[in-house]
């Protein structure tokens, strides 16, 4: 040992005296020898405080040498069968291989075209299969279970076992990638990457898109403490555990949160990240060592580390190894090295690695070629493996990483260990298939390896039974998903939202009137304690500061200091018990937050109701990926894009002023987007939304547009709120000519509604014009309906067409003009299934940072310009002479215009 220790630290720095060193080595080694290593850490803990002090200024540094922080000794003895569970985890390599390869060969009715990945679930078999065998806990009466993330390109492992615990067919698995042609034919499709949209009974979270997984995770462990602490769930014991890759951990929300996990005192949460040194293109830190890096990394954060960097067969080479051989040249050898380590055979290893140095030469003397080709690394050694996620799962308060060391393309010999393309391969000759066999002794023919057969050993067999034993001891099989939450009954509006729809021209901002109905909400029996307020730094911004003091703000750890405004009715409370998720100034977060609130139906059987309330410029454009997974895992709940559209916000420009996230939330399939213009509207919209989430237990979620501006709200006219939900209803008619048809409709929404109503007054006092004004709540869900009525029609085969409630309103050819806050391409959804011509007016462009009417009359969405495009409309059918509009554009001061660059030019 103190050899050892000697060396290991000789390896690192140029010793000024090295004499003094040796006798320092030598106190702890016999420090160690008398006292035991938490002696050594409890004298080293006071040597660095001393040693940190400024006059001396030493810095800890953060890694550890390369090798497994669980040491032999201590690691507990495996509590599986290790035959068997060998053998298993070789059957689901080979049905996960086959799988894809099956996919890729047209002989088996797969083509070329639909991918798959081979490598990486190589890498990660064993790390799935100690989890799946011994740690991931299954929902069971009394106890919620697990959340298990898993890394995307991996899904073809997890197929391979539910194929194993008769939870899918060979059909099924004959089907990867195939999710359409498979109903045909009465199999199951299976998804490329875990996505609860296609496979809702199955995967629980979706993965597929880069560092999605990782923020989640943390958020979810997170929520769990969150549900615990308000005391409506009994979350203790469960715990998330996410297995990523090391490329993965490049992307910035894997990282964006770790900090956060351990100020959390997370310990109810375990990464696995599957150091296999490689990403898609070629190394992941080819130069350097990810494992060093991410160590340093999370240790910063404040997680506890565990490397299990190297396999059982190591163990007798470093006890031999007392000059310290190993280690001096592990910490020489970069990954892109260990990549060529891994493609490579034993020989090259003897000749490469071994042969460094005549003391490394000696200690794989007494191996044989093969045997060094099948050293294995911590990743692919069961009883390492199993002893990392026992000592992950012994909580003292930090969350945990396990970062293990494994070769992509474990197994896959030439024709992909290792190898720079291994990431992309999909097929393999049948050399290689027999070779594999070999490799994990499986036992399957030539025939039944050329044929690619899946393999399940009989029912009766002693890998059968024990997979099915131990899978029953965790609680069933993983993963599993629930469709429902508690249903639960949604007060009548009049009792939280009566203010909004008889508001009776009182002064207030769509904002302002979103924080009543909130506050009301909150204040309901039955479904305010469920109401989960997020937001991202901005609470003040919207007003919603009142509910600090009234629900608190959530903390781990309540509240240690006494808030500069204590006394105040608006003071600044955080509570152990607070209901408000402030997440500080990270969208990924709150958003991350939102979906673990907005899951909490599926994930806990306890439907939640999330309000995530944010400015809208930095929800869709900002964090659209994440809205795009929430969207696939079936949240359900608000999010509210505050400070909406681009000219609702004087002054802020160019990068808060909103003009495009509700045609980006109308691509979002299960997303309904709304841009109401008053609180009465607003208040019909949650309503109908609470109604579809909780009591019909549909799966979508809203977006609803707010504004900051104060305006005179007007009551919701009677009957109109069927209408509200529909995305369009009429609010007036100006100048009415009684058994004719209005010659003119103006669409306002949101902020501009009163732009239109004002133009509409203009139009019928100067011109006599017969007009109607409609609120326009949402084009999106006009155009859906729109569009799935014309489908209709086109596949009938009578024809008959089938009226929607955009044709109902907007019948005929009087034309139309729409204005709105946002881009042209929000109310242009409509044009196609209108038989009037559409003039469209919208904020195309960059922002700007001016008076609301200023912004108005740069974009071109003012009354005035309404009111010009209302008369060319008519122009260009004769209804009113060119002198009119010429007249008109006088009147508004718009007469010289025409020249000038359009304002998205500018
Ligand atoms: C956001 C995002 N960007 C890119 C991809 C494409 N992609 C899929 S897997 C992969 C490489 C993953 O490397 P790593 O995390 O190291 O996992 P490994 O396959 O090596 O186990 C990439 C770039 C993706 N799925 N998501």
Same mark, same amino acid.
């Given at each position: 040992? %103190?050899?050892?220790?000697?060396?290991?630290?000789?390896?690192?720095?140029?010793?000024?005296?090295?004499?003094?060193?040796?006798?320092?080595?030598?106190?702890?080694?016999?420090?160690?020898?008398?006292?035991?290593?938490?002696?050594?850490?409890?004298?080293?803990?006071?040597?660095?405080?001393?040693?940190?002090?400024?006059?001396?200024?030493?810095?800890? =540094?953060?890694?550890?040498?390369?090798?497994?922080?669980?040491?032999?000794?201590?690691? =507990?003895?495996?509590?599986?069968?290790?035959? #068997?569970?060998?053998?298993?985890?070789?059957?689901?390599?080979?049905?996960?291989?086959?799988?894809?390869?099956?996919?890729?060969?047209?002989?088996?009715?797969?083509?070329?075209?639909?991918?798959?990945?081979?490598?990486?679930?190589?890498?990660?078999?064993?790390?799935?299969?100690?989890?799946?065998? %011994?740690?991931?806990?299954?929902?069971?009466? +009394?106890?919620?279970?697990?959340?298990?993330?898993?890394?995307?390109?991996?899904?073809?492992?997890?197929?391979?076992?539910?194929?194993?615990?008769?939870?899918?067919?060979?059909?099924?698995?004959?089907?990867?990638?195939?999710?359409?042609?498979?109903?045909?034919?009465?199999?199951?499709?299976?998804?490329?990457?875990?996505?609860?949209?296609?496979?809702?009974?199955?995967?629980?979270?979706?993965?597929?898109?880069?560092?999605?997984?990782?923020?989640?995770? $943390?958020?979810?462990?997170?929520?769990?403490?969150?549900?615990?602490?308000?005391?409506?769930?009994?979350?203790?014991?469960?715990?998330?555990?996410?297995?990523?890759?090391?490329?993965?951990?490049?992307?910035?929300?894997?990282?964006?949160?770790?900090?956060?996990?351990?100020?959390?005192?997370?310990?109810?949460?375990?990464?696995?990240?599957?150091?296999?040194?490689?990403?898609?293109?070629?190394?992941?830190?080819?130069?350097?060592?990810?494992?060093?890096?991410?160590?340093?990394?999370?240790?910063?954060?404040?997680?506890?580390?565990?490397?299990?960097?190297?396999?059982?067969?190591?163990?007798?080479?470093?006890?031999?190894?007392?000059? +310290?051989?190993?280690?001096?040249?592990?910490?020489?050898?970069?990954?892109?090295?260990?990549?060529?380590?891994?493609?490579?055979?034993?020989?090259?290893?003897?000749? %490469?690695?071994?042969?460094?140095?005549?003391?490394?030469?000696?200690?794989?003397?007494?191996?044989?070629?093969?045997?060094?080709?099948? #050293?294995?690394?911590?990743?692919?050694?069961?009883?390492?493996?199993?002893?990392?996620?026992?000592?992950?799962?012994?909580?003292?308060?930090?969350?945990?990483?396990?970062?293990?060391?494994?070769?992509?393309?474990?197994?896959?010999?030439?024709?992909?260990?290792?190898?720079?393309?291994?990431?992309?391969?999909?097929?393999?000759?049948?050399?290689?298939?027999?070779?594999?066999?070999?490799?994990?002794?499986? =036992?399957?023919?030539?025939?039944?390896?050329?044929?690619?057969?899946?393999?399940?050993?009989?029912?009766?067999? &002693?890998?059968?039974?024990?997979?099915?034993?131990?899978?029953?001891?965790?609680?069933?099989?993983?993963?599993?998903?629930?469709?429902?939450?508690?249903?639960?009954?949604? &007060?009548?509006?009049?009792?939280?939202?009566?203010?909004a729809l008889q508001a009776d021209g009182k002064e207030m901002?769509?904002?302002?009137?979103?924080?009543?109905?909130?506050?009301?909400?909150?204040?309901?029996?039955?479904l305010g304690p469920r109401v989960v307020p997020i937001v991202?730094?901005?609470?003040?911004?919207?007003?919603?500061?009142?509910?600090?003091?009234?629900?608190?703000?959530?903390?781990?750890?309540?509240?240690?200091?006494?808030?500069?405004?204590?006394?105040?009715?608006?003071?600044?409370?955080?509570?152990?018990?607070?209901?408000?998720?402030?997440?500080? $100034?990270?969208?990924?977060?709150?958003?991350?937050?939102?979906?673990?609130?907005?899951?909490?139906?599926?994930?806990?059987?306890?439907?939640?109701?999330?309000?995530?309330?944010?400015?809208?410029?930095?929800? /869709?454009?900002?964090?659209?990926?994440? $809205?795009?997974?929430?969207?696939?895992?079936?949240?359900?709940?608000?999010?509210?894009?505050?400070?909406?559209?681009?000219?609702?916000?004087?002054?802020?420009?160019?990068?808060?002023?909103?003009?495009?996230? #509700?045609?980006? !939330?109308?691509?979002?399939?299960?997303?309904?987007?709304?841009? =109401?213009?008053?609180?009465?509207?607003?208040?019909?919209?949650?309503?109908?939304?609470?109604?579809?989430?909780?009591?019909?237990?549909?799966?979508?979620?809203?977006?609803?547009?707010?504004?900051?501006?104060?305006?005179?709200?007007?009551?919701?006219?009677?009957?109109?709120?069927?209408?509200?939900?529909?995305?369009?209803?009429?609010?007036?008619?100006?100048?009415?000519?009684?058994?004719?048809?209005?010659?003119?409709?103006?669409?306002?929404?949101?902020?501009?509604?009163?732009?239109?109503?004002?133009?509409?007054?203009?139009?019928?006092?100067?011109?006599?014009?017969?007009?109607?004004?409609?609120?326009?709540?949402?084009?999106?869900? #006009?155009?859906?309906?729109?569009?799935?009525?014309?489908?209709?029609?086109?596949?009938?085969?009578?024809?008959? &067409?089938?009226?929607?409630?955009?044709?109902?309103?907007?019948?005929?050819?009087?034309?139309?003009?729409?204005?709105?806050?946002?881009?042209?391409?929000?109310?242009?959804? $409509?044009? &196609?299934?209108?038989?009037?011509?559409?003039?469209?007016?919208?904020?195309?462009?960059?922002?700007?940072?001016?008076?609301?009417?200023?912004?108005?009359?740069? /974009?071109?969405?003012?009354?005035?310009?309404?009111?010009?495009?209302?008369?060319?409309?008519?122009?260009?059918?004769? !209804?009113?002479?060119?002198?009119?509009?010429?007249?008109?554009?006088?009147?508004?001061?718009?007469?010289?215009?025409?020249?000038?660059?359009?304002?998205?030019?500018?």
């Amino acid at each position: 040992m %103190h050899e050892a220790l000697r060396s290991a630290l000789g390896a690192t720095a140029p010793d000024s005296d090295p004499e003094e060193t040796a006798e320092w080595l030598d106190a702890l080694a016999s420090l160690l020898a008398s006292g035991g290593p938490a002696r050594v850490r409890e004298v080293m803990d006071r040597l660095a405080q001393r040693a940190c002090a400024p006059g001396i200024g030493w810095q800890p =540094p953060r890694g550890t040498p390369y090798v497994n922080s669980i040491p032999v000794e201590q690691q =507990p003895s495996f509590p599986g069968d290790l035959a #068997l569970e060998e053998r298993l985890a070789s059957l689901m390599r080979w049905n996960a291989l086959a799988m894809v390869v099956r996919a890729n060969q047209a002989e088996t009715g797969g083509s070329a075209e639909l991918g798959g990945h081979i490598a990486s679930y190589a890498s990660a078999a064993d790390l799935f299969e100690v989890g799946f065998n %011994h740690f991931f806990r299954a929902p069971q009466p +009394g106890f919620g279970g697990d959340l298990v993330f898993y890394q995307p390109h991996s899904a073809p492992g997890v197929y391979a076992r539910a194929f194993l615990e008769g939870r899918l067919q060979e059909a099924d698995l004959a089907h990867y990638r195939q999710e359409l042609s498979a109903a045909r034919r009465g199999a199951r499709g299976l998804s490329s990457y875990p996505h609860p949209w296609l496979m809702p009974d199955f995967w629980q979270f979706p993965t597929g898109s880069m560092g999605i997984g990782p923020i989640s995770s $943390i958020y979810q462990a997170r929520f769990l403490r969150y549900l615990a602490h308000r005391g409506l769930a009994d979350t203790a014991g469960r715990r998330v555990w996410g297995v990523f890759g090391d490329g993965e951990m490049d992307e910035p929300e894997s990282m964006s949160a770790l900090t956060l996990a351990a100020r959390e005192g997370l310990d109810n949460l375990v990464w696995v990240v599957n150091c296999n040194l490689q990403r898609l293109d070629g190394p992941v830190r080819g130069n350097g060592r990810v494992i060093d890096e991410l160590e340093a990394l999370f240790a910063g954060a404040g997680w506890r580390v565990i490397k299990l960097v190297w396999g059982s067969d190591w163990d007798g080479l470093f006890a031999r190894d007392t000059g +310290g051989a190993l280690q001096r040249a592990f910490a020489r050898t970069v990954d892109g090295q260990l990549q060529t380590f891994a493609a490579k055979d034993g020989r090259y290893n003897r000749e %490469h690695f071994f042969g460094q140095d005549p003391a490394l030469a000696a200690l794989a003397q007494g191996l044989t070629d093969e045997q060094i080709d099948r #050293l294995k690394r911590g990743g692919h050694d069961l009883v390492k493996i199993h002893a990392a996620y026992d000592a992950a799962t012994r909580g003292d308060g930090r969350p945990v990483v396990v970062l293990a060391q494994t070769k992509k393309g474990y197994g896959m010999g030439e024709a992909g260990q290792g190898r720079m393309t291994t990431h992309q391969q999909k097929k393999l000759g049948r050399e290689d298939l027999l070779a594999f066999r070999d490799r994990f002794r499986l =036992p399957l023919s030539d025939e039944q390896v050329a044929r690619l057969d899946f393999f399940r050993p009989p029912d009766d067999s &002693p890998e059968m039974r024990h997979l099915r034993a131990r899978r029953a001891a965790l609680g069933g099989p993983l993963p599993q998903r629930s469709a429902r939450g508690d249903a639960l009954r949604v &007060p009548p509006l009049a009792a939280w939202g009566s203010f909004a729809l008889q508001a009776d021209g009182k002064e207030m901002s769509t904002t302002m009137a979103f924080v009543r109905l909130l506050t009301a909400l909150l204040k309901d029996p039955a479904l305010g304690p469920r109401v989960v307020p997020i937001v991202a730094d901005e609470a003040r911004t919207f007003g919603m500061a009142n509910l600090f003091k009234q629900v608190g703000i959530y903390s781990n750890v309540g509240q240690r200091y006494e808030p500069e405004d204590i006394g105040s009715v608006l003071s600044y409370r955080e509570a152990q018990d607070g209901q408000i998720l402030e997440e500080g $100034i990270s969208e990924a977060g709150a958003l991350s937050s939102w979906v673990a609130a907005a899951t909490s139906y599926s994930v806990h059987g306890l439907a939640m109701l999330p309000f995530y309330i944010y400015y809208a410029m930095f929800g /869709f454009q900002r964090v659209g990926d994440l $809205i795009w997974a929430a969207a696939d895992q079936r949240a359900r709940g608000f999010l509210l894009g505050a400070t909406a559209g681009r000219t609702t916000l004087g002054g802020e420009g160019l990068q808060h002023q909103d003009g495009h996230s #509700l045609v980006m !939330a109308a691509t979002v399939p299960n997303c309904r987007a709304w841009d =109401p213009a008053h609180a009465g509207e607003l208040a019909v919209i949650v309503d109908h939304g609470l109604r579809e989430m909780l009591e019909q237990q549909r799966d979508v979620f809203y977006y609803v547009t707010m504004g900051n501006e104060n305006t005179p709200q007007p009551s919701l006219p009677a009957g109109a709120a069927e209408d509200v939900v529909r995305g369009l209803y009429r609010r007036m008619r100006l100048g009415e000519r009684p058994g004719q048809p209005a010659a003119l409709r103006l669409l306002g929404s949101g902020a501009i509604l009163r732009e239109v109503e004002a133009a509409a007054a203009w139009l019928a006092e100067a011109h006599g014009l017969d007009c109607e004004v409609w609120s326009a709540t949402s084009y999106s869900e #006009l155009a859906r309906e729109a569009a799935a009525a014309e489908r209709r029609d086109r596949l009938a085969a009578d024809g008959t &067409p089938t009226p929607c409630h955009l044709q109902r309103c907007l019948p005929g050819d009087a034309p139309v003009v729409a204005a709105s806050d946002y881009v042209r391409a929000w109310p242009l959804l $409509i044009a &196609p299934y209108l038989e009037a011509r559409v003039t469209v007016l919208g904020t195309d462009g960059f922002g700007r940072s001016d008076t609301r009417e200023q912004l108005r009359r740069h /974009f071109e969405v003012d009354r005035g310009h309404v009111a010009v495009a209302a008369l060319q409309a008519l122009r260009r059918r004769g !209804a009113v002479a060119p002198a009119a509009v010429a007249a008109a554009l006088a009147h508004f001061g718009l007469a010289d215009g025409a020249g000038d660059a359009p304002p998205w030019e500018r």
